[in-house]
């Protein structure tokens, strides 16, 4: 967003008008469109301000509620922002999901799920049974022949050792 002229151009541009230039003539001397001068001088007539009105900081309406939405979520932490919404919507607090989800952003809260070992999308599918014959295996690859067939030790996360206790390459 660009920035406010500055207070020193907006005096000049007063002062200049004031001493008897035009509002169009002031800005032509200052570089300026004239609907800048005029609207200033408004201002100035009504008021007294030169200064530049204060931008941004709207307040969400669902601050007026905060007090509510941390304790609910004080209460039972591992739910989500839709969970958050139909109570809400129960207790008659207009908002949507995602003027929810920059509430407890403002507030440092996230909904984030973090699993400590995610599913591997290369390893087996399904448990191996020993009791499975010859005739079952024929037509599968030999494990470490293709790329898409070896499996691969499971990465680490959360501190947990190789993925699954006892899980051997």
């Known amino acids: 967003m660009p920035r406010p002229y500055s207070d020193d151009l907006r005096r000049r541009a007063i002062d200049a008008v004031e001493a008897g230039a035009s509002r169009h003539e002031a800005a032509e001397r200052l570089d300026m469109s004239p609907s800048t001068v005029i ?13 530049a009105k204060p931008s941004g900081g709207s307040v969400s ?10 304790g ?10 839709d969970e958050v919404v139909v109570a ?13 989800s920059r509430f407890y952003i403002r507030h440092n809260i996230t909904f984030k799920k973090k699993a400590c070992a995610p ?12 009791s499975a014959g010859i005739e079952s295996k024929a037509c599968l690859s030999r494990p470490g022949w293709c790329l898409s067939t070896r499996q691969r030790r499971p990465p680490r996360w959360c501190g947990c050792e190789g993925g699954v206790r006892g899980a051997r390459d």
């Open 61 to 70: 309406p669902l601050e007026k509620h905060a007090k509510w939405l941390l």
């Open 39 to 51: 609207n200033w001088m408004q201002r100035w007539r009504e008021d007294g301000s030169a200064a």
């Open 72 to 81: 609910l979520v004080a209460k039972r932490a591992d739910q989500t922002l």
């Open 88 to 100: 809400m919507v129960k207790r008659g607090i207009a908002g949507s999901r995602s003027a929810v």
């Open 119 to 130: 599913r591997s999308k290369t390893g087996r599918t399904w448990p191996a049974r020993e």
